[in-house]
């Protein structure tokens, strides 16, 4: 089967405590909007009402492409997420695939992931691992003792700065900032320190296997903006999970082609822009996203404007 038409889909929202008010203002606090994930509604076009999850799962490559399939079968490999960070969320880590099987289970995956800061208040800072040289047994002392703040290394980050966090890597995002995350699916996330809110059902520390999944040997640069122009497509990020570009365009159109290796997912993050092929045209207004089968092949994207959209791929 091939899959011609551009899949634009319906965000799920999640309503945290520390979210903001710039995703869907009127619903305060909102923290996420989760923009590419398994479960989320197509809006239009011949496959409306199914869920990304469900055309993955019948169309496998032509909807995945091959590099995809090859590594995560016929699952939505992706979640990638709208961020507005209105208080620190906890600190966290994600294990790397061998753990996530030798900790969760058979056929769990780690999770891998990227910012691209989108909005930055001034003086705006997220942490991105930890200090240099900071031991195994000081590590594990103090996420145990939760003075694992002391030895956090904090970066202050501007619109357009782009963070790669391999599994492993603490993190946390911290007020002010609206961020676009991209990450391998997967469940698994360790809350390493909540900043002294209460322990809920829903909100609990893990200290062992925060522990066990920490990695003491990276610190995560901050990258900075390109230079970009008009009709211009950078890489930001790439990795074995995924390839994250800026696509830059004023009246220029960017030509774009899937190859058949894998989907892409195109969300508008400055102005508007119309995907176009062949047969059809879908517009994106900012925040917006939609994503392009594996099997499409050569299309375009047409700025209205002034217009940057970020690309993922598998
Ligand atoms: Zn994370």
């Not at 202050?156 to 990450?183: C, K, N, R, W």
Request: aromatic share 8%; net charge negative; with cysteine.
């Amino acid at each position: 089967m091939t899959l011609n038409s551009f899949l634009k889909l319906e965000p799920a929202y999640r309503d945290y405590v520390w979210g903001g008010d710039r995703l869907r203002p009127g619903h305060n606090p909102t923290a996420e909007a989760w923009v590419v994930w398994e479960n989320d509604i197509i809006e239009s076009g011949p496959l409306a009402g199914k869920t990304l999850g469900e055309v993955a799962a019948q169309n496998g490559a032509a909807l995945l492409g091959t590099k995809s399939i090859e590594r995560t079968g016929n699952r939505f490999p992706l979640l990638i997420k709208l961020l507005d960070c209105a208080q620190w969320l906890s600190l966290q880590v994600h294990p790397n695939d061998e753990l996530a099987v030798q900790m969760e289970g058979p056929g769990q995956f780690g999770k891998t992931e990227a910012w691209h800061i989108l909005e930055s208040q001034t003086g705006a800072k997220l942490i991105a691992g930890l200090k240099p040289n900071i031991s195994a047994d000081v590590l594990a002392d103090s996420i145990r003792n939760s003075s694992i703040i002391d030895h956090v290394q904090y970066a202050s980050v501007s619109q357009g700065d782009t963070i790669f966090m391999p599994a492993g890597t603490l993190h946390a995002l911290g007020p002010g900032l609206l961020v676009y995350e991209v990450q391998q699916t997967s469940d698994w996330t360790y809350r390493v320190y909540d900043w002294g809110r209460p322990q809920t059902e829903t909100r609990k520390l893990h200290i062992e296997k925060s522990i066990q999944s920490t990695r003491t040997d990276f610190t995560a640069p901050i990258i900075p903006p390109p230079a970009y122009g008009d009709g211009t497509t950078h890489k930001l990020v790439e990795c074995e999970y995924f390839t994250l570009e800026l696509l830059s365009a004023a009246s220029h159109t960017i030509n774009l082609d899937t190859k058949g290796e894998s989907f892409h997912a195109i969300t508008v993050i400055e102005g508007n822009a119309i995907l176009k092929n062949e047969g059809e045209q879908v517009q994106l207004e900012k925040f917006q996203t939609a994503v392009v089968p594996a099997n499409m092949g050569a299309y375009q994207l047409i700025p209205a404007g002034n217009c940057k959209a970020l690309k993922s791929s598998a």
